[in-house]
């Protein structure tokens, strides 16, 4: 098992950054995930650890030690691609024996290890197929067998799961985190979908445009983004942002205003995510009309006609539920709304909801 | 629709998609083999006269013509000899090189590769010509004479290793060309799957390029060996299948009986081996190489 770290890594391509100067460590047996739409950098963050990138800049250190010059097949790592990458042509007791090879393992030993391995992801009654004869959810499972085979220090899953159906992908998220746990490996997973992050990891790392926007808990950054990217991005249904400019204490949004714990000059924006707003018909809080419902089972989502914008509300299958076209009032739970730097994007995080005029 | 007209509509379609194709298979395939047939069962002669229906060419090739077996022979190593040091070896390699240095560098070397297939024959045959010639204006001497080695006649002393080289430095291009392609189509993830398991340069062509491309390399090898087998336009530029009837290909000796001697009949009889031999090589190769499967789907292995 290894601790990593990067110490200022960039990549640059034909002038194109990829990645910002980043710096980032990993704990010993730490699950993270990299979080990011595509683009973001997070690809070329993995590539970099496996080796298969030389980062243009920086240090890449497991366990202290530089590793910038070992090549992927020195690291010890294993690693789950997206499309799988099994070799097509070997049957799957070949593919998963494949690392084996290189490490000089005896026959017999590679066998039992094989054989180890495939149950470990239930997958031994395939082991004389070809990978064109296994589902999308059982080659995943021999992707992840071939790289827990040589029992690596670091596991690199890149977007493991984003080629399965939903259900499938639940069940393998479960899987992957308790066999993580069993197995005391590090692991950095790479992803786009917010919900394999927040379920699997023990810490998020959110980017994007190449820049790491925050490092966290999933809770942190679902509760205290430090960005309007971070907000965004992480939340389903997401974040209600309005925008508006602020002049003393008074915040304008669209046709009505709210109060601020104190001054502040220029345009700001209103983020308050939707369980987070409560609808009364009590005359108090913001005037507004119920536009589309959508049942979503144990919540429904309120689309919201409001004074100051369009809210989204999501309301507990257990509360009061409202008809289309009817006229509420919506209430906002203070210490959840964040105000963000319109401009720089940044959260300002000294700012507090007082009171809505 | 009712039935007979979907019949007919299938008929139609069947003359419009394939007809015009069966029509030229016939024309310049088959025709001539049968036309090929009908000659070779007369006399027929500088005078382009049929006089009578004979099977004296059969008797003559198989009881009297002291050439035939020899030219077989040599037409046999030369094939087998480009095929494997060239068309398919040196193919693969070029293919492998030009694939694992920088992009840039690699289709420079490629196009190189390529110019001796562009240029007109003749010049290409002209240059070696020249390259070979046995006085010390030749190129090869010239370097020879730098590195203090006496001249050398490659024309008359190794004649065969001449004819393999002038159609293996061109046929090399074709395999090149398709391997590369071949190798690019394999996903990069399977390369980097394999560096990350332990996999060195050696390893990674012969665990992954190599089975990745075993497809290309079987048409190439089938493609090469049915078209070195028919081809002589450089032996006949070059050597003119001298000295004496060293470098003489099977089809080269057909070409030079019917056409040099004006014996179009027992060049005629000649050809149908070449027909016969050529419906053997592709029959083994279907059969050994599994050439059926590799005609019905796209080959290029990625899951």
């Known amino acids: ?357 | 629709m009712s039935a007979p007209s979907q019949k007919h509509r299938q008929v139609t379609n069947f003359a419009i998609f394939l007809g015009p194709a069966i029509l030229l298979l016939f024309l310049f395939f088959i025709a001539p083999v049968i036309v090929d047939i009908g000659i070779s069962f007369t006399d027929l002669g500088r005078d382009l006269q049929f006089h009578k229906v004979t099977t004296a060419n059969f008797e003559r090739m198989v009881t009297r013509d002291s050439r035939l077996t020899k030219t077989l022979g040599i037409t046999f190593l030369y094939v087998l000899g480009t095929l494997a040091f060239f068309n398919v070896t040196f193919g693969l390699i070029l293919s492998l090189a030009t694939t694992n240095v920088p992009d840039k560098l690699g289709a420079f070397f490629r196009s190189v590769w390529l110019l001796p297939r562009m240029s007109p024959s003749v010049v290409y045959a002209l240059m070696w010509i020249w390259m070979i010639d046995p006085t010390e204006r030749g190129l090869i001497n010239q370097v020879l004479s730098f590195a203090g080695i006496p001249e050398f006649d490659m024309m008359n002393q190794a004649p065969l290793m001449l004819i393999i080289l002038v159609n293996g430095f061109i046929g090399a291009s074709m395999g090149m060309i398709i391997f590369t392609s071949a190798i690019r189509s394999i996903p990069e993830h399977l390369f980097f799957a394999a560096r990350v398991d332990g996999a060195g340069f050696w390893s990674i062509i012969w665990y992954i390029t190599l089975p990745s491309i075993r497809w290309p390399l079987s048409f190439i090898t089938v493609y090469q060996t049915l078209s070195l087998m028919v081809s002589f336009e450089y032996i006949w530029l070059i050597t003119n299948g001298g000295p004496f009837y060293d470098t003489t290909v099977f089809a080269l000796y057909v070409y030079k009986r019917a056409f040099e001697n004006g014996q179009y009949a027992y060049g005629a009889a000649l050809a149908l081996i070449l027909v016969t031999l050529g419906i053997l090589a592709s029959l083994l190769m279907w059969r050994f190489m599994d050439m059926k499967r590799m005609l019905q789907d796209p080959r290029i292995e990625v899951h």
């Open chain 1, 1 to 357: 098992m290894a601790r990593i770290e990067l110490r200022n890594v960039s990549k640059v391509w034909d002038n194109v950054v990829a990645l910002e100067p980043t710096n980032l460590s990993v704990a010993d047996g730490e699950f993270v995930a990299v979080l990011g739409p595509s683009g973001c950098g997070k690809s070329t963050t993995l590539f970099i650890l496996a080796g298969i990138y030389a980062p243009s800049k920086g240090e890449v250190l497991f366990d202290d030690q530089v590793v910038n010059d070992v090549e992927p097949r020195d690291r010890n790592i294993g690693i789950v691609f997206q499309s799988y990458a099994l070799y097509p042509h070997m049957n799957i007791r070949d593919n998963i024996r494949f690392p084996l090879k290189f490490k000089k393992t005896e026959k017999e030993e590679a066998m039992r290890l094989v054989e180890e391995s495939a149950k470990l992801v239930h997958i031994e009654e395939f082991l004389d197929r070809k990978p064109s004869q296994l589902s999308g959810g059982q080659q995943q499972r021999v992707a992840l067998a071939r790289a827990l085979v040589k029992e690596p220090q670091l596991l690199l899953l890149d977007e493991p799961l984003s080629n399965l159906d939903a259900t499938l992908r639940m069940s393998m998220r479960s899987e992957i985190k308790t066999l993580q746990q069993r197995l005391k490996i590090t692991t950095i997973l790479v992803t786009h979908d917010q919900l394999e992050a927040i379920t699997m990891a023990d810490r998020i790392i959110c980017m994007s445009r190449g820049k790491i926007e925050q490092i966290g808990s999933p809770k942190d950054l679902y509760e205290n983004p430090s960005s309007l990217f971070v907000a965004s991005f992480i939340g389903a249904p997401p974040i209600n942002l309005l925008e508006g400019v602020a002049s003393q204490e008074k915040l304008n949004l669209n046709k009505g205003s709210i109060i601020l714990n104190h001054a502040h000059q220029g345009k700001l924006t209103l983020g308050i995510r939707p369980e987070n707003i409560k609808i009364t018909k009590d005359i108090q809080g913001i005037k507004s009309r119920v536009g589309l419902v959508e049942p979503m089972g144990r919540e429904t989502l309120y689309v919201l006609e409001t004074t100051i914008g369009e809210l989204r509300a999501l309301v507990p299958e257990s509360a009061p539920q409202w008809g289309q076209g009817e006229d509420i009032f919506c209430q906002f739970e203070k210490e959840s709304c964040l105000f963000f730097d319109t401009e720089t994007e940044k959260l300002v995080s000294n700012l507090r909801l007082v009171a809505i005029e």
